[in-house]
């Protein structure tokens, strides 16, 4: 049983006159012997909770910042009319802080055998699997006193997917793309190892593409057109250990990892290319393998969404002997992890010969902006002192890449909003190289 305000606003305007005329046991009961009463009435003309029937529909998915709808139908099969209120309740972080119970509570009015749909809006603010919670709901008497309680529980999940803020870059680096592969009108020679056709000499070509027998057979000049490889595997290995759980101004390193390697997969599938996807700490978290270029991307997509960092040094060996038993012939791999120098030196280095030496190995990290601001610091004391921190942080960066660059590997180090373009680039100058 629950009781209202309104019964409690009863019970304090009785007790004024008690106090005044009658303050004695006699004058209490007077008030509150005909309350009660009307109390326990009350909660038995109040429809029964138990008897309530519930099923729930709606979005079983939903981009992170965007909102999600779920509809949950309630029935009431009992004798009496429903008046009441409904809290559909969901993880803290399905709402933006302080909207939460506006968003889960629900006024019910439901007559005699009839029925009720009611829209839950979701506006998490989390990646992974949402679930729902309890159903509690209070049925009111007529009166208005007292209400019946109870809770149910209606299974219903929403995924909460990676929000790939960085598909605004995919236009551009397409058109890129279709530049590479001869599709547009271009001057230059497409780079490339694969021959695509002949066309006529115009100004400006390079004349070392000229085909001499194929000139010979007719009257103009014939120029052979490249096109970069196709059909090239790109294995996306994110690091999910404990540099990947820091957070990069309001976006955990592991988002902004995630984020770059949606753009090159979709990039990379459009371009022909066969991508697949893992992630590692200690033992394998994700993994997505041997899917076609249009179902690549949401299988991406859905592995990724559930994926947190486990706070845990990676195992740079078994990372490598993964990779290389998912890459058995020759691969683009691209690692997705930090430029920490500790893990670098100590966990990447002594395997790196391995990988490339039979891969073509591409590591991106995400830099923090922050510590440029500080390099950039003067005026006070403390202000230097955050200066110099920054500069000496900068400088064990640089070094780092260096060591990595020395062993053949090519290098993006860039902020959360520039990594996923600044990786689309660099796959586009090694496909454009004939690196792939």
Known sequence: MALTGRTALLAALGSIPIGILAPNWSGILAVNAPLTLAILCDYALAAPVRKLRFTRSGDTSVRLGDSSEIQLTVTNPSGRPLRGQLRDAWPPSSWPT???QRASRHKLAIPVGERRRLTTVLRPTRRGDHHSERIT???????????????HRVPWTVRVLPPFTSRKHLPSKLAR???LDGRTSVLTRGEGTEFDSLRDYVPGDDTRSIDWRATAR???????TWRPERDR????????GRTSAGRVGDVPRLDASMDAALLLAALASRAGDRVDLLAYDRRIRAQVQGRTAGDVL???????????SALVETDARGLSATALANAPRRSLLVLLTSLDAAPVEEGLLPVLPQL???????VASVADPRIEQMTTRRGTADAVYEAAAGTQAQQQRHHTAEKLIRHNVTVVDASPDDLAPALADAYLALKAAGRL
């Open 298 to 308: 949401p299988a991406l997509v859905n592995a990724l969404a559930p994926l947190e």
């Open 177 to 179: 793309l279709r530049e």
């Open 137 to 151: 709901v209070r049925s009111f008497g007529p009166l208005g006193l007292a209400a019946r309680q109870g809770t």
């Open 356 to 362: 490339t030496q039979r891969h073509t190995v591409l």
């Open 98 to 100: 302080g909207t939460e």
């Open 218 to 224: 007719q009257n103009t000049v014939a120029v052979r």
């Open 233 to 240: 595997h790109i294995l996306l290995v994110l690091d999910t």
